[in-house]
């Protein structure tokens, strides 16, 4: 045979082979974990898939000591409470989530996955063409807790304390203890391990508003909550009082706040007596708002249409508040002022004395025709003319 046509069937007889080679049969990455969950919760199962072809996931679910009654699960089953958010790609990545967790949802949840060709023919052994990865949910009965209600706070309140309780009346497995938290962080020195629970708030104020809960830990279940709410009217702590800038250059204007519920922002300039919300039509002007703080920025300055009194206004369903930052545009000759002040002094100096000079009388300037030594005046000539009549008469 040719030594060419050796070398081509050999090419031809790789390429062949290429995709058996690169094959690969599918693989877990990330498997479902086992979880112990309380009635009104939620929870979410991760399955991530390799091989080539990428597999397809499914879920599956069986009841508790039931291995045998698998049933696959659907995005929106459950009353519309499931949902499996799938994607593909270089890996098959899949979420089972379920929410408002019932007793009944507790079992076995099974992640299957497969790239075999025969996956879905009914004759194959599912056993066979798909691998599989199986987290236990247990839910349990989610313990009772009396809280208080929630609290408003006025503008009078702050002479009166607060005092925010909670109560666990009712649990399945012994409680160790408890503690307070304010909007997702923990209040130090209130861990107690009395059922009956409370936190006093000796002076409260806007900044003392928020999320409170009062948490209880258990030894052989998850952590238990109750949320008081403690609403307060916004009030602005900090914000710029003024703001000075050349036209072209960018001005910043922002706002701070204490208070909860977060505040509903919005930006006013004023018109006469009265403010109108801040126009973007010449799209110069940008509003950030993130929870208690706003951000106003305006670029490229125009010193005619800018310059003015701004409004910063926080509204939640307590109440509302404003602050005013004043905004000045100054000329872009401003650096120049100093400059031309001085230089307008030395003109007016030098005129001064121009002046001055041609203001002079003319008996102020010497004569050159005049002598220079002291004249001889009449009353010296009469003196002596006395003396020589005085010597004849001797």
Known sequence: MHPNAV????????????????????????????????????????????????????????????????????????????????????????????????????????????????????????????????????????????????????????????????????????????????????????????????????????????????????????????????????????HKRSENKNEGEDAMMYCKSVGYPHPTWTWRKADGTSYTDIDNSTGRFFITNRDNYTELNIINLDIKTDPGVYQCNASNVIGNTAQTTILRVRSNLAPLWPFLGVLAEILILVVIIVVYEKRKKPDDFIDDDEPVGPMKTNSTNNHKDKNIRQRNTK
């Open 7 to 238: 070398m081509l069937a050999v090419v031809l007889l790789g390429n062949l082979m290429l995709p058996f080679v690169s094959a690969q049969n599918a693989g877990f990455v990330k498997s479902p974990m086992s979880e112990t969950k309380l009635t009104g919760d939620t929870f979410e199962l991760y399955c991530d898939v390799v091989g080539n072809p990428t597999p397809e996931i499914q879920w599956w679910y069986a009841e508790i000591n039931r291995a045998d009654s698998f049933k696959q699960l659907w995005d929106g089953a459950r009353k519309r409470r499931v949902s499996i958010n799938t994607a593909y790609g270089t890996n098959g990545v899949s979420v089972l989530g379920i929410t408002r967790l019932t007793l009944e949802d507790s079992g076995t949840y099974e992640c299957r996955a497969s790239n075999d060709p025969r996956r879905n023919d009914l004759r194959q052994n599912p056993a066979i063409t798909w691998i599989r990865a199986q987290a236990t949910i247990s839910v349990l009965q989610k313990p009772k807790i009396n809280a208080s209600d929630q609290i408003i706070l006025s503008a009078d309140s702050s002479s009166k304390p607060v005092i925010l309780q909670c109560n666990l009346t009712t649990a399945h497995t012994p409680h160790k203890e408890s503690f307070w938290m304010k909007n997702g962080q923990e209040i130090p020195n209130t861990r107690t391990e009395q059922r009956h629970t409370l936190y006093r708030i000796t002076k409260p104020r806007a900044d003392d508003s928020g999320e409170y809960m009062c948490v209880y830990t258990f030894t052989m279940a998850p952590n238990a909550n109750a949320t008081i709410e403690v609403k307060a009217k916004p009030e602005v702590i900090g």
